[in-house]
């Protein structure tokens, strides 16, 4: 057993855990955040996807041990509050670009990295970014208008801002 501390959306989190434990098992059991979803358990569809310092990291390829004193944000972390969604939350409901909701909250986190380090980009750019992040119920194209409203909307925040 290992003793780790982790910040998860702001807040530190302290807890003895199995070296084997993953970062995704960590998240909705010891943290109780059950945003973070698990689908394919290999990484490859993106359900699970958080930010480890900033950057989109699939928690179910990662160990708990491994984001010791790291910062991680879930999905949790993009509303300010109860009341109010984050704009790409928001652009996500305006746009229809969810339907059963599985894979939404690895969208959203892989639309927040990009929102943090492109807001200017085409559907082919969106389109790339998105490549690991797979929807088994859309066509893409309600989520490609969805990620373009809410880019816009966070740009002219920043510029009004």
Do not use: W
């Not at 409901?93 to 909250?105: A, I, M, R, S, Y």
């Not at 929102?115 to 309600?142: F, S």
């Amino acid at each position: 057993m290992r003793d780790i501390t982790v910040t998860i959306n702001g807040r530190p989190m302290s807890a003895t855990v199995d070296p084997r434990l993953l970062l995704s098992d960590f998240i909705r059991q010891d943290a109780g955040l059950t945003g973070t979803h698990v689908g394919c358990e290999h990484g490859y569809c993106g359900s699970c996807t958080v930010h480890v310092d900033g950057a989109s990291t699939r928690s179910c390829l990662t160990l708990a041990v491994q984001v010791a004193g790291r910062k991680v944000d879930t999905v949790e972390s993009l509303a300010p509050d109860d009341e109010t969604l984050h704009p790409i939350q928001q652009a996500f409901e305006d746009c229809h670009g969810l339907q059963c909701g599985f894979c939404t909250p690895g969208l959203l986190m892989s639309v927040a990295e990009l929102a943090n380090t492109n807001l200017v980009c085409d559907r082919a750019k969106i389109r790339e970014h998105l490549a690991g992040n797979i929807c088994r119920c859309t066509g893409y194209h309600q989520i490609i208008d969805a990620v373009e409203q809410a880019l816009a909307e966070i740009r002219e925040v920043q510029i009004d801002g």
